[in-house]
């Protein structure tokens, strides 16, 4: 696992670079600066056209054609399916051309001049405090635990602190972001967390040989078992299946099915022309 992740973003580079070139500040992520989104995205692209965005700008923009790309964390192992996946089915022609897992590391960030002793709070994402709790318990266990939305929106409450009692876990890029100290780093003691980005782009790339392709399937409950089938029974192997409400019924879901091969190519190729109930997202190299 490690050693596949450590290639992913090679790997992504090479699939991405059949894409238009992008001009500055075309690709948009979650901000704000100093998450784990903005340090996959360094990985994906350096820093030269990159844009923080709120979640309204990233998926209005995304979806008006202003913003050319968009990167959005949409699964982990920990906690499974993330609030912005729902968001991406949402899109009305959403196309994903890369995936990018990660597996995150953490450090405990303050402002220069900060010791451990005078650290009362500490802000992180719900995810952050649950991979470094067994540390956080043992070495600083009366400190208070403060929720964020991200490690950059951690390590921006703490930078912008007026006392040095605060520190924040996430990834060291906040450390250079918000001019903070990382104070202890390699934190992560419990679950370890990979968390996988999807880019939208606007075109799907070519086949590398090692693709994945991921389909979106609304249907009722006694509609799901036919739908499989077309896939089993074509040969097209299913990798994972996310179960999403329909925000309709109790008895209608969104499904995200997951498979292997390229849309472009037998068999899937003939299995979505025949079926046509399910939307094609992008198809994109696996990593």
Known sequence: MARKLLTAAAGFMIGMM????????????????????????????????????????????????????????????????????????????????????????????????????????????????????????REMPAVRRTESASGGAAAKTVAESATLDKASFGPKVGAAVYALDALVDGIEEGPHNVTRWWVLGRNIPAPSGHDKTSLVLSTADDGLNDALR???????????????????????????????????QEPLATVLKAHPEFRLLGSYPRQ
């Open 18 to 137: 059949t894409m238009t070139p992008s001009v500055a500040g075309s690709i948009g992520y979650l901000g704000p600066a100093g998450s784990w989104t903005h340090q996959a995205c360094l990985d994906l692209f350096g820093p030269a056209e990159l844009v923080a965005l709120t979640r309204d700008e990233l998926f209005s923009g995304y979806a008006s054609g202003t913003l050319p790309q968009a990167c959005v964390p949409v699964t982990t192992s920990v906690v499974g399916v993330t609030p912005y996946l729902d968001a991406v089915l949402d899109l009305p022609n959403a196309t994903v051309v890369g995936e990018y897992p990660k597996m995150l590391g953490y450090s405990l960030l303050a402002r220069p001049g900060t010791t451990l002793k005078d650290i009362q709070e500490v802000f992180a994402h719900p995810v952050a405090f649950e991979e470094v709790k067994p540390w956080l318990d």
């Open 230 to 264: 077309a896939l089993v029974q074509a040969n097209v192997q299913v990798l994972t299946i996310y179960e999403r409400p329909s925000k309709k019924t109790l008895d209608t879901h969104r499904y995200l099915i997951e498979v292997a091969g390229h849309a472009r």
